[in-house]
C-alpha cells in the first residue's frame, strides 16, 4: 500500500483534531475539541515549536498522526524523543505504516542525537503491545499521575 508520512501543514488542523478523537475514544478516554485548534496551531507552528507532527496520508485520505517533542532526562544528562502520540485507523494497521513511523522517529531520535525514544500505551491496548514488543521496544510499568489545572 502506497502512503505517505508528511510533515503537517495549517491546513490539516480540523482533520488532525478529528484524528485525536478517534484516537482518544480507542484508548477510551474522554476528548473535548473545545480550544484544540488554536493551542495546536500556537504548539505546531510557532518560530520554534514545542510540538512536531507528522500526518499520514493514504491516497489522499487521512490515515494517521504522530506528534514528538525533545524532552530532557534527568538520570541520562540527554535529551530523548518523547513520541506523545500515534494513531493510525483500524483500516490501516498492520501493513507497515507504524513501522515506517516508528523507524523514522529512530532516524530523528538518532539525528538529534537523543539517548532514546520514550512512549507510552494503555495496559489494555494488548494489539500495540504487540507491536512495540515485535519492534524492540522494552516496557518499563509505571503508573501515570495527573491532577488538572
Same mark, same amino acid.
Given at each position: +500500500?502506497?502512503?505517505?508520512?508528511r510533515?503537517?501543514?495549517?491546513r490539516?488542523?480540523?482533520?488532525? /483534531?478529528?484524528?485525536?478523537?478517534?484516537?482518544?475514544?480507542?484508548?477510551? %478516554?474522554?476528548?473535548?475539541?473545545?480550544d484544540?485548534?488554536?493551542h495546536?496551531?500556537?504548539? @505546531?507552528?510557532?518560530? &520554534?515549536?514545542? @510540538?512536531?507532527?507528522? /500526518?499520514? +496520508?493514504?491516497? &489522499? &485520505?487521512?490515515?494517521?498522526?504522530? *506528534?514528538?517533542?525533545?524532552?530532557?532526562s *534527568?538520570?541520562?544528562?540527554?535529551?530523548y524523543?518523547?513520541?506523545?502520540c /500515534?494513531?493510525l485507523?483500524?483500516?490501516?494497521?498492520g501493513?507497515?505504516i507504524?513501522?515506517?513511523? +516508528?523507524e523514522? @522517529?529512530?532516524d530523528?531520535?538518532? %539525528?538529534?542525537?537523543?539517548?532514546?525514544l520514550?512512549?507510552? *500505551?494503555?495496559?489494555? &491496548?494488548? +494489539?500495540?503491545?504487540?507491536?512495540?514488543?515485535?519492534?524492540?521496544?522494552?516496557?518499563h510499568?509505571?503508573?501515570?499521575?495527573? /491532577?488538572? *489545572?
Amino acid at each position: +500500500m502506497e502512503y505517505l508520512i508528511r510533515d503537517f501543514q495549517e491546513r490539516d488542523i480540523d482533520q488532525l /483534531i478529528i484524528l485525536c478523537a478517534k484516537h482518544a475514544a480507542h484508548e477510551q %478516554s474522554d476528548y473535548d475539541p473545545k480550544d484544540k485548534a488554536g493551542h495546536l496551531k500556537n504548539a @505546531l507552528l510557532s518560530d &520554534n515549536p514545542c @510540538l512536531r507532527c507528522w /500526518i499520514v +496520508m493514504v491516497k &489522499n &485520505n487521512f490515515a494517521g498522526y504522530a *506528534t514528538f517533542t525533545f524532552d530532557f532526562s *534527568t538520570w541520562d544528562a540527554r535529551y530523548y524523543l518523547h513520541l506523545d502520540c /500515534i494513531y493510525l485507523e483500524e483500516k490501516f494497521r498492520g501493513l507497515g505504516i507504524g513501522k515506517a513511523v +516508528m523507524e523514522r @522517529l529512530v532516524d530523528v531520535a538518532k %539525528s538529534n542525537n537523543c539517548v532514546n525514544l520514550q512512549w507510552q *500505551t494503555p495496559v489494555f &491496548n494488548e +494489539m500495540a503491545i504487540r507491536f512495540y514488543e515485535g519492534i524492540g521496544g522494552k516496557a518499563h510499568d509505571k503508573k501515570r499521575f495527573f /491532577i488538572f *489545572t
